[in-house]
Structures are given as structure tokens and as C-alpha cells.
């Protein structure tokens, strides 16, 4: 019986003439990239819209939640005042409120949280000419499943596009928060068709940290891009047939604006 749980691949672009980007393939690294070092100016940026607490109840409700998490650190007294000043300021300041809350939220996201942006499409056009070199580098692909269970703490999947800006209620759960949060982005990179893997980290990690180093198995194959030089289609199939990795070579199909790949090794 086949083993369908591998059937699922996405690739990563790469650049064959830099050593970091070679190194995915070499030493089957992959780094977990801070999130404000991302393309997309809005990526992890996606804040709590305080403004959607339009009413006491809900202002109320939502300083109760975040007031649980440090009532047993103060006094009640003190609690009550605080909590009761808080519920004012979401009414009364709530742009200075906001702003501290984004400053918050963008800190810790950026400290304790790494992005693997990957793509379910490894034939775009435009992927190959702006992340492998103007299709002169390489494209790797991996197996999702294997992906998804190789750190308890990593959540991945598909990036949802619209025009729409997501609005995220301080009073929805969790969950569906972090989603709307990490995993949506605007329709014009929807050409991208991203798969998107978030890893938290318990402490603020270093660039070494951010790395993961995974099994040879992981890899599903290897793409040559259409322009690689024969140095370095000659090295990449040398990696490839030692660690038992199937490689393919993009080409250019004439008459048409797509590309395809056929099987080399």
C-alpha cells in the first residue's frame, strides 16, 4: 500500500551562489526567520482592534481576561483600581491604548516567534526569477506532514488572500486570533500561494537558534532552475544522488509562457 501521509510537497526557492541559501540543501537547514525581516510590510503587523469594544460589557469583559493573568500578583485593592482604569482608557484613550498594544505585540512577536514562508507552487514564473536568481538557482521541496510534527511548537498552513483587512475582536479565542494574525495576507501576493510555518520559542532565540536542522527524508526533491550554469546543475545532482533526493530540471516551454520540469535523477 503507498504511503499517502508524504504525498503533500512544498518547496522553498533558493539561490544556488549564496552559502546560506545553499546550506538548505548541503546541511538540510532551515531558518525560522524573525518576522519584521518579512516582504510584506503588513506581515506581522495584523494588530487587536481595541476599537471593537463598543460597549461597556465588552470593555469590561475584555479587562477581566487580561486582568486574570496577574491577579494573583497583586493586591486586590490594587487590581481593582488598575482594572477599573484600564476599562476607562478603552473608552476615553483608546488610540494611545492601541498604539501601546500594537508596540506589545509586535515585541513579542518578533522575539519570540520565527516564519518559514514555503510555496505550494514550484513552477511560478515569478517565484524562480525573484527568490532562486532569475531561475539560475534551485528549488527544494519537502514533505508537509513530516514538516508539521517535526517541533511541538510549530503550526503551519496555507495563507488565506483577500483585499479584505482582517479585524480581529480582543474577545475571540485565541486560535482564531493568531490565525488572522499570522496567516493572511493581501490578494496581491496571492501569486506566492504560500505555505506559512510558525515556530514559537520559549526564550528571545539567536540566528543560530532559528535554525532547524531536518532528516534527509524530509526532502521530497530537488528543482534545477532553467538557467543554472552546468557547475551548478553539476553540484546540486552530486547532493542530491548521495543523500537519495529526486532532481528535476525546470525548462522553459517553448511557445508558451509556463515552465515544466523533467524527472533527471
Not at 533526493?245 to 511557445?255: C, G, S
Request: aromatic share 12%.
Amino acid at each position: 500500500m503507498p504511503d499517502t501521509s508524504r504525498e503533500l510537497i512544498v518547496f522553498k526557492y533558493r539561490n544556488w551562489t549564496d552559502q546560506f541559501h545553499k546550506d538548505v540543501l548541503l546541511k538540510n537547514e532551515l531558518f525560522f526567520a524573525p518576522p519584521a525581516s518579512l516582504n510584506d510590510p503588513y506581515d506581522h503587523l495584523v494588530p487587536t482592534n481595541l476599537q471593537l469594544l463598543d460597549t461597556d460589557a465588552k470593555r469590561r469583559e475584555y479587562a477581566e481576561s487580561i486582568g486574570k493573568r496577574f491577579i494573583d500578583q497583586l493586591p486586590a485593592a490594587f487590581y481593582q483600581r488598575k482594572q477599573e482604569q484600564f476599562i476607562y482608557d478603552l473608552e476615553h484613550n483608546t488610540h494611545a491604548l492601541q498604539c501601546r498594544l500594537e508596540q506589545i505585540e509586535s515585541n513579542a512577536y518578533n522575539s519570540h516567534y520565527g516564519v518559514l514562508s514555503l510555496s505550494f507552487n514550484c513552477l511560478s514564473k515569478v517565484m524562480w526569477s525573484q527568490y532562486s536568481d532569475k531561475h539560475q538557482g534551485y528549488c527544494i521541496g519537502f514533505y508537509e506532514n513530516l514538516l508539521q510534527n517535526v517541533h511541538e511548537q510549530i503550526m503551519g498552513g496555507p495563507i488565506a488572500y483577500s483585499d479584505e483587512y482582517p479585524q480581529v475582536h480582543p474577545l475571540e479565542d485565541l486560535e482564531s486570533q493568531v490565525w488572522k494574525k499570522r496567516m493572511r495576507k493581501a490578494k496581491g501576493w496571492e501569486y506566492e500561494a504560500e505555505y506559512r510555518i510558525v515556530r514559537g520559542f520559549n526564550n528571545p532565540p539567536s540566528d543560530n537558534d532559528r535554525i532547524l536542522v531536518l532528516p534527509n527524508h524530509f526532502i521530497a526533491e530537488v528543482i534545477i532552475g532553467a538557467k543554472a550554469c552546468d557547475q551548478t546543475k553539476s553540484e546540486i545532482l552530486a547532493v542530491c544522488r548521495e543523500k537519495g533526493i529526486r532532481v528535476f530540471q525546470a525548462k522553459l516551454m517553448p511557445f508558451q509562457y509556463e515552465i515544466s520540469k523533467e524527472l533527471l535523477s
